[in-house]
Nanobody, 117 residues
Framework: QPQWVESGGGLVQAGGSLRLSCKAP???????????MGWYRQAPGQQRELVAT???????VYADPVKGRFTISRDNRKKTLYLEMNNLKPEDTAVYYC????????WGQGTQVTVSS
């Protein structure tokens, strides 16, 4: 069974905001905490891509298309990863997944984000 449970997606107009969450209910904190974590996304017909990374120390890295608009954060006590997405664009439409970086765990179901123009 997948380790991750993603939620928070939906349909939003361009310029809108969403906050995604990713929980790891079956993972113990001693496994979650040391991992660098990331949000990935996969648009129809495209390969899955890494858009935001947060290290186990809280340092963050963003892909150029989302830089300045997305913010990744984590709560190690809750074993939860977040992605705050602002000023959304139609090209952000995709299924969003979380996983460690590099990904070694199985994938969850993801959460659909659809941005209308």
């Amino acid at each position: 069974q997948p380790q991750w449970v993603e939620s928070g997606g939906g349909l939003v107009q361009a310029g809108g905001s969403l906050r995604l969450s990713c929980k790891a209910p079956r993972m113990i904190t001693s496994v979650f905490n040391p991992n660098d974590m990331g949000w990935y996304r996969q648009a129809p017909g495209q390969q899955r891509e890494l858009v935001a990374t947060i290290t186990n120390r809280g340092n963050t890295v963003y892909a150029d298309p989302v830089k300045g608009r997305f913010t990744i954060s984590r709560d190690n006590r809750k074993k939860t990863l977040y992605l705050e997405m602002n000023n959304l664009k139609p090209e952000d439409t995709a299924v969003y997944y979380c996983n460690n970086v590099p990904n070694t765990f199985s994938w969850g179901q993801g959460t659909q984000v659809t941005v209308s123009s």
